[in-house]
Structure formats: C-alpha cells, structure tokens
C-alpha cells in the first residue's frame, strides 16, 4: 500500500503565495501521474494540475493555469504545488493523488478522480482578503 504524506498549507492573504508538497511513503513507486485536488466546503472534489511521472507532461484546470505550477521530483518521490497570486476562492483542502503504475500509448485524461488510486488525507489552506 501506497501512503501520501502532504505538507505546506497554512494560511496567506490573497496575492501570496504557497508551496504544497507531497510525498510517497514507498521509495521505488512510480506511478503513471500524479495530481492534485481541491475541495471546498459544501462542494465536490475538482482536479487543479496533474504530472505525468515518465515524461513531466502537466494538465491544469483554467482557474489556476499561470498562478500554479505542479513539478516532479522523481528522485525524492514528491510532487509540489506552487501556488502563486492566491485568491480566496483558492480556499480548500486540497489533496494529492497518484495512480498506480502502468504505461499507455494513448492519451490519459488526468482531471478525473476515478483516474487515481491512492490518495492523501489532505491539507488546508486558506486565503484571507
């Protein structure tokens, strides 16, 4: 079993900035991608940026494309999440993800949750105005 340890919410004003990170309990895991998601109160889970871990390939949902960056660090088995000019409605748990490994010749729709199989238990952060 795959556990997912993240770190780095707390709380920022709006137009800051934060740097989530997350990492595998398991060394030697390489999973086809890894995400992140967010979930606000009352609202269901959305796909924010995704990685492919063989080739750095990224996704992201519009809201945050030019204020996040999602990068690999296969060496250390962890995946970051730099949030730039922080809005309150950034405002969630937001919850990293991987898949278990396998290849594809085809395109992988990364946003959906489905895709994923092991996730965190997440990490707040919060946006004050």
């Known amino acids: 079993q795959v556990q997912l340890l993240e770190s780095g919410g707390g709380l920022v004003q709006a137009g800051g900035s934060l740097r989530l990170s997350c990492t595998t309990s398991r060394r030697t895991f390489s999973p086809y991608a890894m995400a992140w998601f967010l979930q606000a109160p009352g609202k269901e889970r959305e796909f924010v940026a995704a990685?492919?871990?063989?080739?750095?390939?990224?996704d992201y949902a519009d809201s945050v494309k030019g204020r996040f960056t999602i990068s690999a660090d296969n060496a250390q088995n962890s995946v970051h999440l730099q949030m730039n000019s922080l809005e309150p409605e950034d405002a969630a748990v937001y919850y990293c993800?991987?898949?278990?490994?396998?290849?594809?010749?085809?395109?992988?729709?990364?946003?959906?949750?489905?895709?994923?199989?092991?996730w965190g238990r997440g990490t707040q952060v919060t946006v004050s105005t």
């Open positions: 990685v492919v871990w063989s080739s750095g390939t990224t």
């Open positions: 993800a991987a898949t278990r490994p396998f290849s594809s010749q085809y395109p992988v729709l990364l946003t959906t949750a489905h895709l994923y199989d092991y």
